[in-house]
């Protein structure tokens, strides 16, 4: 509404080859949270909901606890909280990428340094 009635009463020219500008605190905060972070956080949701609920009755399958006993159980709650978050940390197969590039970037001075000493005797193993 605040930048309707700021253009209502000042009109500004423009075309299609100049880039499109705004300030973002004409747009109230609540905007903002129901257009970017409310699909996301029901993707989040929904699918930390049918892999919890999958789980269960495998665990029912498994071991004859049904749902409640399952929720009423110290494992129970474990499980329930490890589906929550590794659903927020694997929000999509690109996140499964990224965590293997981190692993490959934090193991590679390891690897690194035991390729310097290929066919080199260590001084730990010659002394023993």
Do not use: C
């Amino acid at each position: 509404m605040a930048r309707r009635k700021l253009l209502e009463e000042s009109p500004i020219p423009s075309t299609n080859e100049e880039p499109v500008l705004f300030d973002t605190s004409e747009i109230p905060w609540w905007a903002w949270v129901r257009r970017f972070h409310l699909p996301e956080a029901e993707k989040l949701n929904g699918r930390a909901a049918m892999v919890g609920y999958f789980m269960a009755l495998v665990v029912d399958q498994l071991t004859g606890y049904g749902l409640l006993d399952q929720q009423n159980s110290f494992l129970g709650k474990v499980l329930l909280h490890l589906t929550v978050f590794a659903v927020l940390l694997v929000r999509s197969t690109a996140d499964l990428e990224r965590y293997k590039n981190l692993l490959d970037e934090a193991t590679f001075y390891d690897r690194q340094w035991n390729a310097t000493w290929d066919g080199v005797p260590r001084p730990s193993e010659t002394e023993q």
